[in-house]
């Protein structure tokens, strides 16, 4: 298999975008954000430092932005939209949270985004980049955005909400949820704090009763009513701290991937959950995949969805999830295309 999250190679048109905005996440990985604007300065010494609300800047089109409060990721990227439009990207410093604020701002927008790991939770990058990226590789994309080539990525519509990486819900998101109450305590454990909610939450109830219907992608109609262990939809492959629930998903497709496993004893979710890790689960028998255009899920018992997207946690009795084909402009960066 191709191991490039892309179906297709980028369009390098890298000289139409000249109007940078590094949006810097103050709260995520552990206060870097003090290294990456040494960094974004070596390479670009004519950088300005910009707030919300200035003025468009008519000189130094590479401008550093630090986040002050809630939402205001979205509103830098909105406003540099407003700015500069297809002429402009935003580089996002900061987690899977940041991404998804970037990322919804920006869909069917003229500005692109690219991301510079720095979070705790930072598993759309891992899907970008193949792997874990360190704080010493972080830096090394503000380099590489000198180099950037765009193209355009799907996104997931999930009932008002967005996704460019995963949706998952029940057991995996009660374990996401005990993770980030982990995390906020003990931040020095990083995606480790994925295992410890495994680990706190071993003994729950792991099933959920699930009615769901999914159009596929030869145009069939597919109603399943059955209790899952598991349950993935995303454009992304990794998710929980490297775990690889989708491991053949890609980002431009047009199509999400589907993932959702049998109920099963405790034992039998212990090895699924080593090979689930690892991206081996695919071949096994209470594992079940598809590509989907859209889909329609509920618990089949009328409780209320536990669900999360991009690591958001949300609540709802129902979901409808649909394919946003193209819907963004990613900034692809070199040290994913290995």
């Keep these: 298999m191709d191991h490039s999250p892309f179906s297709s190679p980028p369009v390098h048109f890298s000289e139409h975008r000249p109007y940078i905005r590094f949006i810097l996440s103050r709260g995520a990985g552990k206060g870097r954000a003090h290294a990456l604007t040494q960094e974004i300065l070596r390479h670009y010494p004519h950088a300005t430092h910009t707030r919300l609300g200035d003025s468009r800047p008519e000189s130094g089109q590479v401008t550093i932005s630090l986040t002050r409060g809630p939402d205001h990721v979205r509103e830098l990227a909105l406003e540099w939209d407003r700015f500069w439009g ?80 995963v949706f998952s819900l029940g057991y995996d998101t009660e374990v996401l949820h005990a993770a980030m109450r982990i995390q906020r305590r003990m931040r020095m454990l990083g995606s480790s704090a994925y295992v410890a909610g495994v680990m706190r939450t071993l003994l729950r109830r792991k099933s959920v009763p699930l009615h769901f219907e999914y159009l596929d992608i030869s145009g069939q109609r597919v109603i399943v009513d059955q209790s899952c262990i598991a349950f993935v939809v995303g ?14 998903a890609l980002l431009d497709d047009s199509v999400a991937d589907l993932f959702y496993a049998d109920q099963m004893g405790l034992m039998r979710f212990a090895r699924l959950l080593s090979d689930y890790r690892f991206g081996r689960h695919i071949t096994k028998p209470e594992a079940h995949m598809a590509q989907v255009h859209e889909i329609d899920v509920e618990r089949s018992d009328g409780e209320p969805l536990l669900w999360n997207v991009d690591g958001i946690v949300c609540e709802s009795q129902k979901v409808h999830i649909k394919t946003m084909p193209h819907a963004l402009t990613l900034a692809r960066l070199p040290l994913g295309e290995n």
């Design 235 to 248: 454009n992304g492959r990794m998710y929980g701290g490297g775990y690889q629930p989708l491991p053949q």
């Design 86 to 165: 297809d002429q402009g990207v935003c580089y996002v410093a900061g987690g899977d949270g940041s991404v998804n604020e970037v990322a919804s701002a920006l869909v069917g927008k003229g500005c692109a985004f690219g991301v510079i790991p720095a979070g705790t939770g930072n598993d759309f990058a891992r899907s970008l980049y193949q792997g874990d990226v360190r704080h010493r590789q972080a830096l090394e994309l503000v380099a590489q955005t000198k180099h950037s080539q765009f193209s355009p990525i799907d996104v997931l519509k999930v009932n008002d909400q967005y996704s460019v990486n």
